[in-house]
């Protein structure tokens, strides 16, 4: 079930990214990177931004990623994975390798990338629950799982 997970997170580029502040829940749409360690997901947002404030407050997220793109109905079952992570500032040592990664994958959101602004931030990735169609269910914690295929050579 992980390969399916990981795949998931490889394969696409958007997320739904769910944060919370005074105890009301918000959701925006996300161009995300994954790292080297593809438990960790890389986002940019503004500092004034609804989201990012609510994470500064309240560093749980939450993640939907599916595979509907390109897909009809009749091709194959739709999946998708409802990750929970914490929202980390990007290391400084870090930001500059990661933001030019970030624009090279994303030439469209350069702007946002390099406005003063913007911050890049990671989510780690603690645990998933992946929905193969409509019942099939499968849950997971990403510490207590075997090396991620992309660790394995």
Not at 6 to 25: S, Y
Not at 99 to 120: D, Q, R, V
Not at 128 to 137: E, N, Q, R, T
């Amino acid at each position: 079930m992980l390969a399916q997970v990981e795949r998931l997170l490889q394969e696409n580029k958007l997320c739904v990214l769910c944060t919370a502040g005074e105890n009301k829940p918000h959701c925006s749409l996300m161009t995300y990177m994954p790292g080297e360690d593809p438990r960790v997901l890389y986002m940019v947002a503004s500092r004034e931004s609804k989201k990012y404030q609510n994470m500064l407050g309240n560093p749980d997220v939450s993640l939907l990623i599916d595979n509907r793109k390109g897909l009809g109905l009749e091709e194959q079952k739709i999946s998708a994975v409802s990750l929970s992570g914490i929202y980390q500032l990007v290391d400084s040592a870090e930001l500059v390798e990661i933001g030019i990664k970030f624009t090279k994958m994303y030439p469209e959101l350069a702007e946002i990338i390099n406005n003063p602004s913007s911050a890049l931030f990671a989510v780690k990735l603690q645990s998933f629950l992946f929905l193969a169609g409509p019942v099939d269910s499968y849950k997971g914690d990403f510490f207590s799982l075997p090396p991620l295929l992309s660790e394995l050579g």
